[in-house]
Structure formats: structure tokens, C-alpha cells
RNA sequence: GCGCCCGUAGCUCAGUCGGAUAGAGCACCAGAUUCCUAAUCUGGGGGCCACAGGUUCAAAUCCUGUCGGGCGCACCA
């Protein structure tokens, strides 16, 4: 943002400027105790209209340590408000609200502010450019991106883009699981493929294995490259091999997949790599120094039945139970070897070093590690000096359907939905907007059916169509000679306001999406302000004079158009975020 | 048995660090519209916010318990 944007103020922020200084002020004055605490006040739109066009609850929330009737407080703020040129009016409204109404003019203003911040309209300073490390997908490279894999892709990247608009530095970045048993497992699957294309007839693909085509070319790569000189040595030899060229082709293969979602990570960490720096031997070193790590034997599962060859064995155990979990968890295997937990325990120390908050962005059904995460995350910070705001986001799991039917899956067979499959049958924009239009942490269906249907029910439409009706309206306005002027915006009325109040949201949606790491309100608030601009549109059906394009009145049009073009401009900057396309023709 | 998430209109879902009379779309009912900016429009009915307690000026929202649904529960990843 340039510094002479920056000066900009969107009229929300100004207000609450305002009223912060009133409370200053106040004081200043002695009404109010020195250096009170304001973090409970707010100052935002009533959920009423008539309630007027901002509300503060400063009053009720001071009352307390003012030693004061919440009403005669909210009198004295009240007055001082009422000074302000942009107010029209304060009231004072049940238990001591403070209800403004807005000048016509103030309002008027924004679309001037709309238009000089242009993409950068609704850019908060908010975050203070702290460092966020969001780490999402991250799925296992054992194959393509599949559809349980595409919630938490979506959400993990509109958050990141939603931080970083919200003034973080953000990376975006992906834990890639090549160390653990399942990457063996794609080096002899490889191998298998390896074999045939070698020209052996290698038959059903054996239990245990991955079935899926996709490793038959890497196999066909690899008898290319290598020719035949693996077919008859013992695993030991061609593992390694196999296992960094599968998980190589793997991870392409995953990079082409998020690219058709228009996902691109900062970092790609390697768990092998951490492993070989031997950073999970440091996280170990310092936990036991600090009595957090001990040897001791894990407890069998309660509740449930034991499995058959359950015995117990001492582990090195991580004491996860001091932070909230409910059991201690080993870090390392019976052979030496990390567990899953133990190297994600370091790589979490390792992104740590690099950022001011982590966020990690994962499906439900690791739900259950949660805590232990959580405790070594916290454990660590303590080792930092200072803690580390660290936050999992769980997104629940995708019901897919047909038509009301559901899809019927099965992993094992290979027969799974991909992502590249579903962005070629419905696009990236349905699957992405689609995706946030429920909040993450509920379950929810995606009808391949519904969404691709262009009509006023589907959200993803009807929020394209509002802006491809805006750039339409715009070029139709060209063609007559009428162009998008900020000399006559005096002429919008009442109802042209209502659409400006509407889009004067934006900023603050964005801050408190942020700040919930919810991306999904944007959603949601760009599907309002395109029903706000559809319900103008229809104005226009009964009374010619309330339409954009009044082709004897080109002051009024000019406003009109004016006033389109910045809603455009948020709905675009909203759909930005999304990683959506603003269309301009449907 | 334990942990996490969810429960809001008939359906799919929103609901701002707790705020004023709980919202939207679909479906339903009634109207409008073939002149137009129609990938339709306007209006209406519909709620014990799962249930029971608690916290306070104020609870769908926070706490406790119960019921219902989903996910998970040894050294897997």
C-alpha cells in the first residue's frame, strides 16, 4: 500500500478512531478512569436498521468502572459524538446503546475511498506484519490429490491469502511424509510397475500395495532411465532409489493437482530431510533435559479391547498429559526409529523458528492427535522463551453426491474421486467458493448435480453473475458515451446507500474473518452484497429511472455507474481472497 | 468406555471477542411478469436455537450434565 493510501481511512476504521478518541477524551475529563480498559467496546453496524447505521456498546461496557448509570455515560459519549460532522444523529437506545446515524455524505466518501484503494480496498494493518506459517494439505506422496484432500486445500489457502491481506506475512507450506512406511510402500509399488515395464508379467498387483495407474509411467521412467539392472537385486539395494524417485514423481504429480486449484505452497519440508539434520535428536535432547521426555511403558487402549499381540515395551515417551492430553505418547518406535509424532514434534519446533503463529490445517480424522501436538507445541514454546500461538484447524469430512445419491468410494481399490477429475467436471471456481461456503469444522455434502447449476440458488452464480452483470453494464454505458464519474455522487439516493453501507462492510468482514481464521465469512458476505446488488438491478425492472444507464441524464448515470464499478471492485477483491474468478461475462 | 467436532424453519445452512424483535436460500402458499435490465420478481406463513441446569444488565453464543449424529482411539500416517 502506498503512503498515500495509507492515509485513507474506510469509514468503518475512522469510527472506531472516533469513538476510541471520545473515550479518551472522556477521560481526560475524569469521567472515565485513567488508562481503562476498552477491549470489550465495539462499534459496528446494529443488526437493525432503524437501529441507525453504527452502534457502540461503550456505555454498557465502561459503565462498571465509571461508577456510572450506563445511560448517563452513554449520554456523554453520546453528545460528544454528535459533534462529529460525519454524525446526524446519536441516540441513546435500551441498556445504553449508542445508536449513529450517518450523513448521506460520509457514506458518499466511501465509494471515493473504494475507488482510490482499488485492489487494496479492504487491506487491513491488523496482523502488525507478523509471521504466519499455515501449514495445510500435506498430503502423504503416495499418489494423486483426492477428494478428502480438497476441504482442507481450499480452506488452508483462502486463510493464507485472508492473513495476508489482513497485514501477516504469511507462508504457505506443506510437511511432505516421505520417511515413514508408506512411502516403502510406493518404492515397491514402484518397483512392481518397474518390473513391468521391464516386460515381466507381474499379474494382480499383491495386497499391500498401491493398484493405481498412475505408477505405471513413473515405472515405465524408471526402467527408461535405469534399465535393467535392479530386476534381480534384494530390496536393500533399490529401496532408497525407488523410494526418492517415486516420492519425486508423487509430489509432481500432487503439485500439478493443486495448481488446478490455483494452490501454490511457499516451502515444500521434507520429513526425511528433518530427519537427516537430525532435528528431532535435538527436540529429544532438550525434552529430557527438562524432564518431558522419559522412558517409561505405554499403557494399553482402554475401553476397547486390546489388540491380539498387545505386550508392553518401554518407549521413550513424551509427558503430553502436563499439557492437557490424556496419555503420554512415544516419540520413537521399539526399533529407534521416530514415530510420526516424534518428527512432526520437531518439524513444528522447525517452523517455529521461522514464525509468530502457527497454524495447521487438518481432516477430521486426526482429530484424535490434536492434543498431543497442542502439548508439544506448547512444551517447545517454553524452550523458545516465549509461547508460540499455535491453532489446528479440523475440517470435517465431504460427503460427495450425485443427484442426491451418495458416491460410493473405496481407497483401496484406486477407485476414489480425484481433484484433477473434479476441477475438469465442475471447474476450480465451484469447488473452491463451494468449499467455503460452510464452515470447515461442519460436515458437509458436495452434489456434483447442484453445483454447476447457473441459477440464483447456486452461490458460486450468483455471486459471478453479480459482477459479470456490473462489467456488462459498464461496457453497455461505453457504448452510449456514459462513463463512471465521482463528480455527481450526490445524486445517489436511498437506495443506492443501502448498496454503499453494504459494500462498506468489506473491510471489516475481512478483519474479523481474520482474526476467527474463518474464510468462509467472506463467503458468505459476498453472496449478501451480490443479492444487494441483484435486489437494485430489479429496481430498475419496474421504474426505468432507478436503472445504471439513463441515457438523457449522464450525471446520473455517471454516479450510477460510478457506483457499480466499486461494487465490483469488492466483490473482486472479496473473490481475490476466495481464489476465485471475478468473470466478467457468464 | 474415552477424546474431538456438530445439533438453529420441512430441507441446506449463516449468525460478529455474549447485545436490541433469531436470519438467508430452497420447498410451500398467494400474487406479478411475454413492453422492459428475466440465468425471473414481490409478498406471506413457518422456530421450545436438541434437552435440563448454571454464569450476568443481557445467552443460539460461555460453563456443567443428558440425548442424538460424525470422526478418531496401541509403536500406523
Redesign the pocket.
Known amino acids: 500500500m502506498s503512503k498515500q493510501q495509507s492515509e485513507i481511512r474506510t469509514l468503518h476504521a475512522a469510527f472506531a478512531e472516533k469513538v476510541d478518541a471520545v473515550l479518551a477524551a472522556l477521560e481526560m475529563e475524569g469521567f472515565l478512569p485513567a488508562e481503562c480498559p476498552r477491549?470489550?467496546?465495539?462499534v459496528?453496524?446494529?443488526?437493525?436498521a432503524?437501529?441507525g447505521d453504527l452502534?457502540t456498546?461503550a456505555a454498557?461496557?465502561l459503565a462498571k468502572q465509571a461508577r456510572a448509570n450506563p445511560r448517563d455515560l452513554a449520554a456523554r459519549i453520546a453528545e460528544k459524538l454528535a459533534q462529529d460532522p460525519d454524525v446526524e444523529a446519536a441516540e441513546i437506545?435500551?441498556?445504553g446503546?449508542i445508536?449513529l446515524h450517518l450523513s448521506d455524505t460520509a457514506w458518499r466518501a466511501e465509494l471515493a475511498a473504494i475507488a482510490a484503494l482499488g485492489d487494496d480496498y479492504g487491506r487491513s494493518p491488523l496482523g502488525a506484519s507478523t509471521t504466519v506459517n499455515v501449514e495445510y494439505v500435506s498430503a502423504?506422496p503416495t499418489g494423486p490429490m483426492h477428494m478428502g484432500h480438497c476441504r482442507g486445500a481450499v480452506v488452508g489457502d483462502a486463510l493464507a491469502a485472508l492473513l495476508e491481506f489482513a497485514g501477516h506475512r504469511v507462508i504457505r507450506e506443506y510437511y511432505v511424509?516421505d520417511a515413514?512406511?508408506?512411502v516403502d510402500t510406493l518404492a515397491r509399488s514402484a518397483y512392481l510397475r518397474y518390473r513391468e515395464a521391464s516386460g515381466e508379467d507381474i499379474g494382480a498387483i499383491p495386497e499391500g500395495l498401491y493398484p493405481g495407474d498412475y505408477l505405471i509411467v513413473v515405472g515405465q521412467r524408471l526402467a527408461k532411465e535405469l534399465g535393467a539392472r535392479f530386476m534381480s537385486e534384494p530390496e536393500a539395494e533399490w529401496l532408497p532409489i525407488f523410494r526418492a524417485e517415486a516420492v519425486t514423481a508423487m509430489m509432481d504429480l500432487i503439485r500439478d493437482d493443486l495448481a488446478l486449484l490455483g494452490i501454490h505452497h511457499d516451502v515444500f519440508s521434507s520429513e526425511a530431510a528433518l530427519q537427516l539434520a537430525k532435528k528431532p535428536e535435538a527436540a529429544e535432547a532438550w525434552l529430557r533435559k527438562h524432564d518431558l521426555v522419559y522412558d517409561g511403558v505405554?499403557e494399553?487402549?482402554?475401553?476397547?479391547a486390546?489388540?491380539e499381540?498387545?505386550?508392553p515395551?518401554e518407549?521413550p515417551l513424551f509427558r503430553s498429559t502436563r499439557f492437557g492430553d490424556?496419555q503420554d505418547?512415544?516419540i520413537r518406535?521399539?526399533?529407534g526409529k521416530w514415530?510420526?509424532?516424534g518428527a512432526d514434534l520437531a518439524y513444528h519446533m522447525q517452523k517455529a523458528e521461522q514464525a509468530d503463529a502457527l497454524i495447521d490445517i487438518w481432516g477430521?480424522?486426526?482429530?484424535?492427535?490434536?492434543?498431543r501436538i497442542k502439548a508439544a507445541v506448547a512444551a517447545l514454546s517454553q524452550g523458545q522463551g516465549k509461547p508460540i500461538p499455535f491453532d489446528v484447524k479440523?475440517v470435517?469430512?465431504v460427503q460427495l453426491m450425485r443427484g442426491g445419491e451418495p458416491l460410493k468410494m473405496s481407497k483401496r481399490s484406486g477407485n476414489f474421486v480425484t481433484i484433477a477429475e473434479m476441477v475438469e467436471e465442475v471447474g476450480k471456481d465451484v469447488v473452491r467458493f463451494t468449499m467455503l461456503?460452510?464452515?470447515p469444522?461442519?460436515?458437509?455434502?458436495f452434489d456434483f448435480a447442484k453445483v454447476v447449476e447457473?441459477?440464483?440458488?447456486n452461490p458460486v452464480?450468483y455471486v459471478q453473475?453479480a459482477h459479470a452483470r456490473i462489467h456488462s453494464t459498464l461496457r453497455k454505458g461505453a457504448i452510449e458515451g456514459l462513463v463512471p464519474s465521482a463528480d455527481h455522487i450526490d445524486l445517489l439516493g436511498a437506495e443506492e446507500l443501502d448498496l454503499i453501507k453494504q459494500a462498506a462492510q468489506f473491510p471489516?468482514i475481512v478483519e474479523?474473518a481474520a482474526?476467527?481464521r474463518?474464510p468462509?465469512?467472506l463467503a458468505?458476505y459476498l453472496y449478501e452484497l451480490a443479492?444487494a446488488l441483484?435486489?437494485y438491478?430489479?429496481l430498475?425492472?419496474?421504474s426505468?429511472g432507478?436503472?445504471?444507464?439513463i441515457a438523457q441524464e449522464s450525471d446520473l448515470s455517471g454516479a450510477r455507474l460510478f457506483l457499480a464499478d466499486q461494487i465490483g471492485q469488492v466483490i473482486r477483491n472479496g473473490l481475490a481472497l476466495l481464489g476465485v474468478e471475478a468473470v466478467e461475462?457468464?
Open positions: 477491549a470489550g467496546v465495539t459496528e453496524p446494529p443488526r437493525e432503524s437501529h452502534a456498546n454498557m461496557v437506545a435500551g441498556p446503546f445508536n502423504n511424509n515413514g512406511s508408506q505405554l494399553a487402549p482402554k475401553g476397547k486390546p489388540p499381540d498387545w505386550e515395551v518407549l490424556d505418547r512415544p518406535k521399539s526399533d514415530t510420526y509424532f477430521a480424522d486426526h482429530s484424535g492427535t490434536v492434543k479440523l470435517q469430512m461456503t460452510r464452515k469444522e461442519a460436515q458437509m455434502e447457473a441459477s440464483k440458488d452464480f453473475y471489516r474479523a482474526q476467527a474463518e468462509h465469512r458468505f443479492g441483484h435486489a438491478w430489479n430498475g425492472n419496474d426505468p432507478k436503472r445504471f444507464i461475462e457468464m
